[in-house]
């Protein structure tokens, strides 16, 4: 199913990046750095689908000089010299649509806040038989053009110049209206709030054009009503030690097991009330179903609570509830302590240490 996010960061130069490093990489090409001399040659990147810088106003540059001006633009040692927002990219849609998509995102970014965008839209990461052999449990899906095996994470990059651009391309001065520093110190929404809504709606107008019968929500499990308990970002480094087979290795990661492992004890707790709801619903009295009908309610509860029942051969002549995995009826007492402890059930949710992740 297609699965919402979006998020933004700073290209500091006192981190030791720069807009020109952080162009070339995610367009897949060769920029020297005119300031310093190093020259970024990603040229060898394989998974660059499509790329496109766009001005205010519909107007494009060269990639190599535009960056190389946005450094020299930028004279402090600890300037923000451009912000990046990623997005993911709906895998229902095919490569043209998500193009249009992420295009039509980036242009409207780059007229709303008068600045430079540079988008760059990247494939999904490959699933080796090795990488399942260090890490069995990872998402992966078969692209069904291809025929490989990937993980299904198709987005895009989409660097902003931080400081206003003219239509003619002339650089001026900072856009405060992304630096979140600004919007909090003014209390008003930074770029990431706002941009969170339209970004959902453009991802729901494009996947119902498509035909699809998925939608995206961008609300959080707390806006939601829900009581699912999200996870952490997991960062660079922790999601390579879950593809290498060491997630024990970071704290995120071991964080976002214990996670999982409590949502699914919530759900299971939650599907077992609504089968025992919709058994009591379906009939007053469980030992009416014969053995010649399965019973869905019934089948669906003793393979939640029972699901190690021991196969038998299918018997006729009895009532009661029926073992899915041979269409037989259980016992009577067998279906009382079913029923009593679908009742009763009271599962132990992992206790999870709450901790500010930065």
Known sequence: MAMYHLS?????????????????????????????????????????????????????????????????????GDAVTAREVEISLPHELDN?????????????????YSVAVDVAL??????????????PGQHWVI??????????????????????VERDGTLGKKCVEIDPIHCQRHKIPNMTDKERQRWCDLQNAALEQAR????????????RGSDQVPTVHLGGYAARMRREGTPELSENATLNK???????EVTLLRVSSSLLRMLNSTSSNVTSC??????????????????????????????????QKCARPLAVSTQKQLLMRASSESLSIPKISHRTVV
């Open 290 to 323: 014969k053995s010649e009908l399965i019973c869905v309610p019934c089948m669906l509860l003793s393979s939640v609570l029972m699901p190690s029942v021991r196969p038998r051969r299918k018997r006729s002549g009895r009532s009661g509830l029926v073992d």
């Open 122 to 135: 990247h494939a999904p990461r490959s699933v080796s038989d090795r990488d399942l052999e260090k890490n």
């Open 212 to 223: 699809a019968a998925v939608s995206v929500d961008h609300r959080s499990f707390k806006d």
């Open 96 to 112: 043209e649509q998500r193009q249009a998509l992420a295009l039509q995102f980036a242009r409207e970014l780059s007229d709303r």
């Open 8 to 76: 933004a960061k700073a290209i500091r130069r006192k981190d030791g990046r720069s807009a020109t490093a952080a162009a070339a990489y995610r367009a897949g090409e060769k920029i020297v750095d005119e300031r310093t001399g190093v020259a970024h040659d990603y040229t060898r990147k394989r998974d660059v689908l499509g790329t496109a810088l766009l001005m205010p106003g519909g107007s494009t540059e060269d990639r190599s000089d535009f960056w190389n001006r946005v450094e020299k633009h930028h004279r402090r």
């Open 258 to 264: 214990q996670i999982t492992a409590a949502n699914q």
């Open 143 to 164: 692209d069904p053009d291809t025929g490989q095996r990937h993980n299904g994470n198709w987005h895009a990059h989409i660097l902003m110049t931080a400081c206003h």
